[in-house]
């Protein structure tokens, strides 16, 4: 692997070429296990400011991703292994869609593109789901916008509320 490690969430690509194997998921899942988040990605892209981003990542299935949603761009996600449910809410928090996917041969949706700016947020159902993003660039920190209806990362009671409260709720078009 010709891989650097930015952060314990992070690593990038180095040269003109990426290319990954069985062994470098391996390698993903391990680093996912190990850091709090319970979540990595291989950034393909040189750099942060790219105009294209490419990735490769790994969640586990307690990763908590609050529903959050982007300015001015799309990302599309093709699942490689394991499945998770994509949600979309409306600004005040109503479900919108839920989309469940997984690889190809589990007979779920294994693609999805998101061109427009809802909220959204996935929940791993695998022990790992392993899947490649792409979205625009720059990277920007203040161009993902945190629901403010939904709990914070750093709260995982309301986060267990949150998700149960979408299970219940799934289908019925209440807002959380």
Known sequence: MDYIKETDEVYRSQ???TTVTAGDIAFLKERALQNVRRRVRLCAHPA??????????????????PPHK???KSESFHIIEGKLTVFLFDDTGRIL???SMGDRGS????????????????????????FHEVTNGPFCRKDTMIAPWAPREDDPGGQGIFLDTLKNKIGRGEPV
């Open 15 to 17: 040269g003109p070429l």
């Open 48 to 65: 942060s400011e790219d105009p294209l981003h490419e990735m490769l990542i790994v969640h586990t299935k307690t990763a908590y991703i």
């Open 97 to 99: 869609n839920v989309i």
């Open 70 to 72: 982007h300015v001015n």
């Open 107 to 130: 007979g779920r949706v294994f693609f999805y593109r998101l061109s427009s700016g809802l909220y959204h947020s996935i929940f791993p159902e695998t022990e790992f789901v392993v």
